[in-house]
């Protein structure tokens, strides 16, 4: 990895050192436990309006750092800071400047879109008035219909419960976004139609987005720099050009700097989750 320039510390987003999370695991009739290292010594510095990709194959680690970088995971050496506040030491402080969404998003199934917004924002204090108007207007930007709005969440296509899950994070106006594969398991309309929104929300919000996927299109497509992790570690992080020309040996996708970088393809490591 190349070294980094310094970034002024009012610039910087996030930063993480020497983070590390291992798991216990043990297989249905095996006698012992093994040790899986899921984040194996990580350090990142992100600065702000910073889109950055976190690109890998399944069971490379990727939940593992989101959640530890969303307080929701201590971790077991290192430290995450976000803004500068510890995400251990401050973690009340943390949570209420970034907002995760993950592929599960968690919501009141039998309420509507808007309904859960206002729940959301109302924790945060959010007038809700002003909640729905906000809603209404990013739900509408990310191409949900306006009857979808009025339904049962339960009742609205996967795709449309993920746009539902962004519009929520925008609405308490987060500094820093984490999305743990928000267009997995989309068509590629959504996909694009929240890609889209993605850049949309940087342009628009002051936000710095923290993006994993298993998808280099993707990664290529929005991404300012992405990190390639495998089994737990960074083994490449760059601009996609920068990744293309060191790794990609002279061709115009990420595939080729993947298959350098780890041996295979993604295609070939990942079944859809
Ligand atoms: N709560 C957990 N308990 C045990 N093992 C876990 C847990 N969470 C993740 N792991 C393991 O850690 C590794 C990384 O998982 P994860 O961070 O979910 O990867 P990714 O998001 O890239 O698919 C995997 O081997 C996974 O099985
Ligand atoms: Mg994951």
């Not at 993006?211 to 737990?232: F, L, P």
């Amino acid at each position: 990895m190349g070294a980094m320039p310094a970034i002024p510390l009012d610039r910087v987003a996030l930063e993480a050192s020497g983070l590390k999370k291992s798991f216990r695991e043990r297989e249905a009739g095996e006698r012992h436990w093994r040790q899986v290292d899921a984040v194996a010594g990580i350090d990142l510095v992100v600065p702000r309006r910073e889109i950055l990709g976190i690109l890998g194959p399944n069971g490379s680690g990727k939940s593992t750092l989101i959640r530890m970088m969303a307080t929701l995971l201590i971790p077991d050496a290192g430290y995450v800071r976000v803004f500068g506040l510890d995400a251990t030491r401050d973690r009340m402080a943390v949570r209420r400047l970034i907002n995760r969404v993950s592929v599960e998003a968690s919501f009141f199934k039998k309420l509507t879109a808007t309904e859960n917004l206002a729940y959301a924002t109302g924790l945060y204090g959010v007038s809700n008035r002003e909640s729905q108007q906000e809603a209404a207007r990013i739900l509408e930007r990310l191409g949900l219909p306006a009857q979808k709005l009025r339904v049962p969440l339960e009742q609205l296509s996967r795709g449309q419960q993920q746009k539902v899950a962004i519009a929520r994070a925008l609405l308490t106006s987060p500094n820093l976004m984490l999305l743990d594969e928000p267009t997995t398991g989309l068509d590629p309309k959504s996909r694009r139609e929240v890609q889209e929104f993605i850049l949309e929300v940087r342009a628009t919000h002051d936000a710095t987005i923290i993006i994993s996927t298993h998808d280099m299109e993707e990664a290529d497509r929005i991404c300012d720099r992405v990190a390639i992790i495998d089994r737990g570690r960074f083994v490449a992080l760059d601009t996609p050009k920068g990744l293309k020309s060191t790794y990609g040996q002279g061709g115009d996708s990420l595939e080729a700097v993947f298959f350098n970088l780890i041996g295979s393809t993604l295609e070939q490591d990942t079944i859809d989750a």
